[in-house]
């Protein structure tokens, strides 16, 4: 008896949120994907130099709109197949290319292996024969640091503005907090941003700071609702009895509570910028070139997905592998969290 009560081991509650998130496979299977992403992107330096040999800058028009190196021979073959289709339509089609298109593209994937620094465009070249992989992993950079800038601004408004808000309820500075948040609500944000990027030409820095300004007044709203639940609790009322301040009250003793709440909502709010990022870039308002992002990488490609669909796969993988896990990683989190939730 002596022996199993002397193994029982006591458990924090961040440990158990450690254990439950480790066995959430889809979760560490995401955490492992955007580790990949980040750290190809932070080494892009690197990786275009070393590895693929190629500048992210480097203009070469003689090898505008390139195919994959390794898909050179069979992507004539792929295109005539998708005539065959535009043609006769779908039971139109010559699948029998198909066997000599997969033979083509298997024998052409060692010549990428063989060749040698700055020879092979394992993803192809763009419309000024840059080459679209070494853009993509230099794109990450700037989307990722996007996401991340967007997020701890929209968050550190949001939670400071929610705790407020939430502690003096139904007072003046709550209805002054909720006025800000209807009237910036109220305006249509998509068009705002657009004015603003043509007006200011904002870099990473500029365009990360507009969307988190402007991003503040959902994670308000719901630290609001949690705060107001429980500013009347047994311990905020002796915290005040004890002369604890405002401050110390709100930080010490409000904000843990919705920390869970926070986390979670900052890591969907990483993914929402980058797409909020993309899909200002592809507007042309947002990222401009030279530099890369993915979404100016997928704005460059108007008009060449039929010629080069390379040029709108490329970046929009990038983006779907790197929000797919953050999202997957906040889905777990927000299990992992909830004490409720078992393993």
Known sequence: MSKTISEVKEQTYWGAVGRKLRHDKLAVAAIFLLTFMVSISIGAS???????????????????????????????????????CQTHGLFGCEWSLWQNIVTTTLDGIPTCFRAELGQCHWLGT??????????????????????????????????????????????LIDDIINAIIQALGSIPLLFLLIILSRIFQP?????????????????????RGQIFSIREREYIIAS??????????????????????????????????IIAEAGLSYLGVGIGPPWPSWGNM??????????????????GGFIFLTT?????????????LDPWVKE
């Open 46 to 84: 690197w990786i275009g130099n070393e590895l693929l040999g190629f500048d992210p800058t480097a203009i070469n028009l003689r090898y505008r709109n390139k195919p994959p190196t390794w898909l050179a021979e069979a992507w004539p073959q792929f295109q005539q197949f998708t005539r065959t």
């Open 126 to 171: 763009d419309q000024a024969g840059r080459d679209v992989l070494t853009r993509a992993i230099y794109g990450g950079r700037i989307s990722l640091r996007i996401g991340i800038y967007v997020a701890s601004i929209s968050m550190t408004l949001g939670v400071l503005m929610g705790l407020i808000s939430g502690y003096y309820a139904a007072t």
């Open 203 to 223: 870099g990473p820095e500029g365009l990360a700071f507009m969307l988190g300004i402007f991003g503040w007044m959902g994670v308000s709203r719901l630290i």
């Open 240 to 273: 005040r009895a004890l002369g604890a301040s405002v401050w110390q009250i709100m930080f010490r003793h409000m904000f843990p509570n919705v920390a869970s709440i926070v986390i979670v909502v900052g890591v969907f709010n990483v993914a929402g910028a």
């Open 298 to 315: 997928m704005q460059g490609s108007l008009g060449n997905f039929t010629d080069a669909p390379w040029l709108v796969i490329t970046p």
């Open 324 to 336: 797919l896990s953050i999202y997957l990683i906040g889905d777990g989190l927000r299990d992992a």
